[in-house]
Nanobody
Framework: QVQLVESGGGLVQPGGSARLSCAAS????????MAWFRQAPGKEREFVAA????????YYADSVKGRFTISRNSAQSTMYLQMNSLKPEDTGVYYC?????????????????WGKGTLVTVSS
């Protein structure tokens, strides 16, 4: 089992920045990919970004490319999502997820474990 705990959500003004963290613990040796998904009110969960832990390869949704940056610490136990130039449409619950796969990581179905989520609200 892998436990994932997100932190860093809150209320942010449009154009502002926020940084989310995801701490992984438990049996993380089989974790190859870590990702962020989000779910806006009344909408389905969508892919935001992913990182292949050992390689550092990153993937982004078109809607966040150039504004968000995914990274992980040197111990690869914590993942981050730096969010800049935030827009109201970025509002939602952001979920951390992990997977033993390297392909299809834009799909929620590829994820093995999920955190409980952290709410990000972009509003003036």
């Amino acid at each position: 089992q892998v436990q994932l705990v997100e932190s860093g959500g809150g209320l942010v003004q449009p154009g502002g920045s926020a940084r989310l963290s995801c701490a992984a613990s438990g049996r993380t040796s089989g974790t190859v990919t870590m990702a962020w998904f989000r779910q806006a009110p009344g909408k389905e969960r969508e892919f935001v970004a992913a990182i292949i832990r050992n390689l550092g390869w990153t993937y982004y949704a078109d809607s966040v490319k150039g504004r968000f940056t995914i990274s992980r610490n040197s111990a690869q136990s914590t993942m981050y999502l730096q969010m800049n130039s935030l827009k109201p449409e970025d509002t939602g619950v952001y979920y951390c997820a992990s997977s033993g796969a390297t392909s299809g990581v834009r799909s929620a179905d590829a994820m093995d474990y999920w955190g409980k989520g952290t709410l990000v609200t972009v509003s003036s």
